[in-house]
């Protein structure tokens, strides 16, 4: 098993500029969930899905929007990036929920100037 | 929504040395996950223990739920265990995890 994958690894974008962050898992989990980590400071839950069709906002949720039409796919998206979203975003997969062992991806670094 | 805790934010230990790091949470939880994040920012499960004690090599971890913390123990440090120690909860009810604000440890040769 490949885990969750994340790609990504690294992105630079201008302002205004729109981009789709990429997860997948090959796990066959239900719950996906995006973060982002800023410095000096735990993860923030952007929005999470739990199951195929089903998605909902997390704790930061503003600028960003998430699709879920494959078990195995997550997607993320930035439709106008604002340099606020500079950031380490991660994606995370589990069983059935939130209550489930969670799973990480890499990461992926982006920096919008 | 639940208020999660760690100390000390920061703790440098000589190789070799011992610690405990701590997570107090201010509700009941269904999980606790604790996890290493290397200088790389790789998240590494370390401990899925919503309850009772687990081992793994010179990592150990202690959750006593009725009185809501965790304990993190490492033995003989070693210079790879540097790097920053969350854990994370979630409370019944809520559909998501919620992270700590972690512990950075270095240890030093």
């Known amino acids: 098993n490949a885990g969750v994958t994340q790609t990504p690894k690294f992105q630079v974008l201008k302002t205004g500029q729109s981009m789709t962050l990429q997860c997948a898992q090959d ?27 089903i998605t909902d906002q997390g704790e930061v949720p503003n ?18 990036a604002a340099p606020s979203q500079t950031s380490v975003y991660f994606c995370a997969s589990s069983s059935r929920g939130p209550e ?14 | 929504g639940i208020q999660v805790e760690q100390s000390p934010p920061d703790l440098i230990l000589q190789e070799g040395a011992n610690s405990t790091l701590r997570c107090n949470f201010s509700d009941s939880v ?6 290493h994040q290397n ?3 790789q998240l590494i499960n370390l401990f899925y ?3 009772g004690t ?16 965790s304990l993190l123990y490492i033995s003989s440090s070693q210079t790879t265990d540097s790097g920053v120690y ?10 998501k995890v919620t992270f700590g604000t972690g512990t950075k440890l270095q240890v030093i040769p």
Request: aromatic share 14%.
């Open chain 1, 27 to 53: 796990m066959n989990h239900e719950y996906m969930s995006w973060y982002r980590q800023d410095p000096g400071m735990g993860l923030r839950l952007i929005h999470y899905s739990v199951g195929a069709g």
């Open chain 2, 49 to 51: 223990i919503p309850s």
């Open chain 2, 86 to 95: 969350f854990c994370a909860v979630n409370s019944g009810g809520y559909q």
């Open chain 2, 54 to 69: 687990k081992q793994n090599g010179r990592l150990s971890a202690t959750t006593v739920a009725t009185e809501r913390y």
């Open chain 1, 100 to 113: 489930d062992e969670q799973f990480f991806g890499p990461g992926t670094r982006l920096t919008v100037l």
């Open chain 1, 63 to 80: 600028g960003y929007n998430v699709s879920r039409s494959t078990t195995e796919d997550f997607p993320l998206r930035l439709l106008s």
């Open chain 2, 39 to 41: 200088p790389w920012g």
């Open chain 2, 30 to 35: 269904n999980n606790l996950q604790w996890f």
